[in-house]
């Protein structure tokens, strides 16, 4: 069976990770091995240095090298060997949350960060991505719920809507493979469009 690549972006609070165990059982009760993972991370020495990524105050390109430092980990290790045993793999994040985040929010020229793309991964994207959108005010409510905040979640609404922004404007760009998903519905009525999405993946 072939692999399939599937990754959840949004903002933080968006409510990408309510739906990673629901979409791998999803994938489960069709008789498909799942990997349910995540970025920045998913490796050993991709926690290492998500734990200094989110903590740690930084250059900007210094954030943008370390998220590709350690997908490039995540790629080797874990992503494209399940890829290769037909699994489906479920990440938490990816390439795009680095487009919104390093050039949206941090500033960061496009340019750079697709050499980085085309040196990590330039054959592989995934198949399908899920962008779970949500209005500032929505995510900062969710995140005011949360557990302490890491660097990103202590930014601005500037920075947020800067992230958003950037996030609509890749889907745009790439259609037919980013599906925008509106979060502000119910979870069930989120589940059913996301059912409806996986569904037709054939
Ligand atoms: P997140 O999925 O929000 O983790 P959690 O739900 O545990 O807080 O990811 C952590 C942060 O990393 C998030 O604020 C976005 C940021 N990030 C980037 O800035 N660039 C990237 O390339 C990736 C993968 C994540």
Redesign the pocket.
């Known amino acids: 069976m072939r692999g399939l690549f599937i990754t959840l972006e949004g903002v933080?609070g968006a409510g990408?990770?309510s739906h990673t165990e629901w979409l791998a059982d999803y994938f489960r009760s069709q008789g498909r091995t799942v990997l349910l993972t995540?970025?920045?991370g998913g490796t050993p020495v991709g926690e290492k240095l998500?734990a200094i990524?989110?903590h740690e105050p930084m250059h900007a390109e210094t954030?943008?090298l370390i998220?590709?430092a350690?997908?490039r980990e995540h790629l080797a290790q874990v992503i494209l060997p399940a890829l290769a045993r037909g699994e489906v793999v479920v990440s938490?994040?990816?390439?795009d949350?680095?487009f919104?985040?390093?050039c949206g929010?941090r500033g960061l020229p496009e340019a750079r960060l697709e050499i980085l793309e085309r040196w990590v991964h330039e054959a592989t994207q995934p198949d399908l991505t899920l962008l779970f959108d949500v209005p500032d005010e929505v995510a900062r409510a969710r995140l005011a719920a949360a557990r302490s905040p890491?660097?990103?979640?202590r930014e601005s609404q500037d920075f947020f809507e800067r992230v958003r922004a950037a996030y609509l404007r890749r889907a745009e760009r790439h259609p037919e493979r980013i599906r925008v998903v509106d979060g502000t519905r119910s979870l069930a009525e989120v589940r059913a469009t996301v059912a409806a999405i996986v569904g037709a993946l054939g």
């Open positions: 933080d990408k990770s995540r970025e920045p998500r990524v989110l954030e943008a998220m590709f350690a997908r938490d994040r990816f390439t949350a680095s919104a985040y390093q929010g890491d660097r990103f979640e």
